[in-house]
């Protein structure tokens, strides 16, 4: 295995487990959300699984540290009891947050004395008072019921005096005397209680114990990071949120992050025109959502440009040996067999960081000395999404039904992977297949004139669940299938939407047969059937890496196009095609050679080879006029031209 594949299999799958040096090294700005989230409000983030949450946080609490700020994180999963979270139905909903709350302000507490303690500008003496009270406010008991007090009152006396005397007729004399007194009092108090113990925090004591502890902080100022927020029972939720509000929201020289997961959170409530909990609108300034930023159908640019930044920097905080280029093209070029498989592998992750190490470690580990293919890429990422992903939904029978459905609705008869639902309807089973990460969000609020009134949710099935029909003549033809023709890139706003929408209500009166109980039931029939297209071969391009010249942009000649033209010509002869016209060689071009950004139009390529003379007149470039349009070929001898310009012919064979 090379060194390069090596690192990748070394890359952390969780960000909590690695040192805050690899985070901060590993860490790739997201558009300006690091900005945001570093502002002193109280604010929710929001992410799917692996999108990056925690890492985030963690991130942001390195960084505070480095100014000398106090930063208490709090894993939400480490808090409460089993009498806390999972007690029987008796105990009243406020009880059990109540209890939730005090585990958590133990958590702060404890936190605080470890954070004065290791700072020298905080005088622990000074805090200690503070720290105490804050404590015993915490975990405050009360009984709920009656005390009664018995007192009982004793009290004795004893006094005894004895005198005798005796005569003889011996000269004797004997008077004997004797006096005993005693006194007792018994006095005994007892305390009968009848009712229940119960925690009583009572939060403005509480609130004003924590202000006083912040004045003395460095700057003035706290910072508490919740994390996995989700992990909280949701019916205890709104309760813990409103005790968080009044405690902690009315501090103003203390910000709070909560990171959760949308559709598993519950901040808060309304019953009886009464609200319990936060008003994310008014008491959170700014909720942050991961998932809108990397999925690849919505931006590819942006969605390749950090996931090339994401395993690129994992890769330089590994790497202790320097096997990886500094330059972050050059290390994708190590790692790829083309261009565009490193884009497979973006749209393969459908947004999701910790999707995309699980894909690319699992590439490298098959693929031994060899840069990572399309074939690589998408067995890895077919494996992933079967013994990982799609188990997470095998506890929801009904998720799997929908899914059978959603599969065969738009793969199976539409041959897409793309689907329209309202947005006003709310449907859990696809909250569920979303927050699982088997369809992925592309675009909210999508109208069509046809559909006046009405909008919807614009949703993808997951990479891995159609892998096994790429290449194949039943693979899907594009996103979605709207008047008479595959739409690729999503759009806002439509003039007609009919065949792309899925309406949940048929599936639920449609009805199922129960043969599919586990993903692992979910067959395509062209997976069995489907007759394999064959896919271009994997060719080497590493011969172009020694020319130490970047090809989008050198010329020859005063001109581009003679380079663009000649690599072209190569690339194809060696996938096996001996002639070419401009489109064919436009296209394994920039398949292969051209930047991300800096992909090539055939159609400048075409009126070049048509139209300068530089370019037809070079000695390498044989052009065969025909009926239908030139074709373009390498002459006999073009390796001396090669050798001419470039001088590393022999790297070619």
Request: aromatic share 8%; glycine share 4%; hydrophobic share 35%.
């Amino acid at each position: 295995m090379n060194s390069i594949n090596e690192l990748l299999l070394q890359i952390s799958k969780r960000a909590e487990r690695k040192s805050s040096d690899y985070l901060v090294k590993s860490f790739v700005h997201l558009g300006h959300v690091f900005t945001i989230l570093k502002t002193e409000e109280n604010q929710i983030i929001y992410g799917r699984r692996g999108t990056g949450k925690t890492h985030l946080l963690l991130f942001l609490k390195n960084s505070l540290e480095e100014k000398n700020e106090i930063v208490i994180q709090a894993d939400m999963r480490c808090l409460g009891s089993t009498g806390g979270i999972y007690a029987d139905t008796n105990i009243p909903l406020s009880e059990r947050a109540t209890r939730l709350l005090s585990d958590l302000l133990c958590e702060i507490h404890t936190s605080l004395i470890e954070q004065i303690s290791g700072n020298d500008i905080c005088d622990l003496s000074l805090a200690a008072p503070y720290l105490d009270n804050l404590l015993d406010l915490s975990t405050n008991i009360s009984i709920d019921g009656t005390v009664a007090i018995e007192r009982s009152n004793g009290e004795s006396s004893e006094n005894n005096q004895q005198l005798s005397g005796s005569i003889s007729s011996v000269p004797l004399f004997n008077v004997k005397g004797s006096k005993q007194e005693k006194n007792s009092q018994i006095v005994s108090n007892k305390n009968t209680t009848s009712g229940k113990e119960k925690l009583k925090l009572h939060f403005g004591a509480i609130s004003k114990s924590i202000k006083n502890i912040i004045q003395l902080l460095p700057s003035n100022k706290l910072w508490i990071l919740l994390d996995e927020w989700s992990e909280v029972p949701q019916d205890l939720q709104p309760f813990l949120a409103e005790s968080i509000k009044k405690i902690l929201f009315s501090i103003p020289t203390l910000t709070i992050k909560i990171a959760s997961i949308e559709h598993r959170s519950r901040f808060r409530m309304v019953n009886d025109n009464e609200s319990i909990g936060l008003e994310l609108s008014a008491d959170a300034s700014t909720s942050i959502n991961l998932d809108e930023f990397m999925v690849f159908d919505t931006d590819k640019t942006k969605s390749i440009e950090f996931f090339k930044e994401l395993i690129h920097k994992h890769c330089l905080a590994l790497d202790e040996s320097n096997y990886c280029p500094v330059e972050s093209n050059k290390f994708i070029k190590q790692i790829f067999t083309s261009n565009s498989v490193f884009e497979e592998f973006v749209r393969a992750s459908e947004g999701i960081p910790r999707d995309a190490i699980h894909i690319i470690s699992e590439a490298a580990m098959h693929s031994g000395r060899n840069r990572l293919s399309i074939f690589s890429i998408r067995t890895a990422a077919r494996k992933w999404y079967t013994t990982n992903k799609s188990k997470d939904i095998n506890s929801c029978e009904e998720a799997i039904h929908l899914l059978d459905w959603i599969i065969n609705k738009v793969i199976a008869e539409k041959s897409t992977r793309g689907f329209l639902v309202r947005a006003d309807v709310k449907e859990d089973l696809i909250e569920f297949l979303y927050d699982s990460r088997i369809i992925h969000l592309v675009k909210q609020g999508v109208t069509a004139k046809n559909q006046k009134g009405k909008r919807f949710n614009l949703y993808v099935l997951d990479y891995g669940c159609y892998a096994d029909l790429l290449s194949t003549k039943d693979e899907p033809k594009g996103m979605i299938y709207e008047e008479g023709e595959y739409i690729e890139i999503p759009l806002i706003d439509y003039r007609s939407l009919n065949s792309s929408i899925l309406d949940i209500n048929e599936y639920k009166k449609t009805g199922h047969l129960p043969l599919v109980q586990s993903t692992d039931d979910i067959y395509l029939q062209t997976k069995h059937n489907g007759i394999r297209k064959k896919p271009d071969n994997e060719i080497d391009i590493s011969f172009l890496d020694n020319i130490g010249v970047d090809f989008n942009k050198l010329k020859v000649k005063e001109t581009v196009y003679i380079p663009i033209i000649f690599v072209g010509l190569i690339l194809r002869l060696k996938l096996g095609h001996t002639q070419s016209s401009g489109s064919e060689i436009t296209h394994v071009f920039n398949h292969y050679v051209a930047g991300i950004d800096s992909h090539k139009k055939s159609n400048n390529i075409s009126r070049a080879l048509r139209d300068n003379e530089i370019v037809k007149s070079e000695s390498w470039l044989k052009i065969h006029e025909l009926k239908n349009g030139n074709r373009f070929s390498l002459s006999t001898g073009w390796e001396k031209c090669w050798d001419e310009y470039f001088n590393t012919y022999r790297l070619i064979e």
